[in-house]
């Protein structure tokens, strides 16, 4: 199966501008932009030697699947984006978005399987769930049994959790199952900032950040049992509720075939069953619209 929007050999070609806007801003088929014997292979158009097409698909001056964004991003969508719409953006927003696309994209598949991940040292911190598959996080030794840490005002000292957003480097990758085999699906960003104030995140508008304001973890292990608890339902789940009421979180859709034409930071996908990913690829899911999906943490 191929994994990456971004494919650094002989099939990653775009055709000419004219052809991709007759195609429309949506692509259905994105193997009918493969030119590998056109003169301008891979999008090569700045002539550095160096292609320019991060995202299969794209062409400069364009508006492709993922600078088009519509619906309200999924549920958990909050207050701070009341009246607000999502939508097209223009060239000059849509180039810089497609590299920082890119980049988390190049950046995370160096973990394709979650054997791979866990390898590495990513911990599971949410098991599989319907519309998201995992979320693991690298740890770096911290735990939430540390006695410095406290559940009501939550920081992760040694992780990359913390105030600062990185577009090239999502604080979880997330996988289609709990095996060892299970493929990357996608991943999110998580970011400290105020309960009234997203994080600024990527270029444009589209990327509506949400939060989850209490998780009851197993502190040992650092596994969400479920989300909005009573302390008593919590505890007996083994956990603790951990406020989380000023960390946001977007998901990005950008690894194929986990790809969500309608809107690239939707937080959830169709596809992701529960009881697991789907194999057809002809399934009536990948048409579905993101917008209504539900899950259960």
Known sequence: ???????????????????AIEEGRYIDDESELIDTEGPDFCGDFDGDGKPDCPLS?????????????????????????EGMTKGELGPELCEPLTYELK???????????????EDAGYTMSVGYTKGMGTHHVMLNGFSMEDPGFDAQDPRFPGT??????????PEFLMYGGEERDSELVGFAWFVYAP??????????????????????FRTSEFLVMGENLDEETCDDRGGV?????EYWMVHAWIVRPWLAY??????????????????????????ESTEHVGHDI
């Open 160 to 169: 990359r959790v913390d105030d600062l957003f990185e577009h090239d480097k």
């Open 195 to 216: 309960a009234d104030s997203p994080p600024e995140g990527f270029t444009g508008d589209n990327d509506w950040w949400h939060r989850h304001d209490s998780l009851c």
């Open 57 to 81: 698909g794209y062409v400069p001056e364009t508006n492709p699947w993922w600078c088009n964004s519509t619906g309200i991003g999924g549920h958990h969508v909050d207050v701070a984006y």
């Open 241 to 245: 509720n951990v406020n989380l009421g």
């Open 262 to 287: 309608d809107d690239v930071f939707t937080n959830h996908h169709p596809c992701l069953h529960e009881e697991g990913p789907e194999q057809d690829p002809d399934a009536e899911c990948w048409g």
């Open 103 to 117: 980049d988390a994209i190049e950046w995370a598949m160096q973990w394709p399987t979650l054997g791979d991940a």
């Open 1 to 19: 199966m191929v994994l990456l929007l971004l494919i650094p050999m002989p099939l990653a070609g775009c055709l000419s501008a004219e052809d």
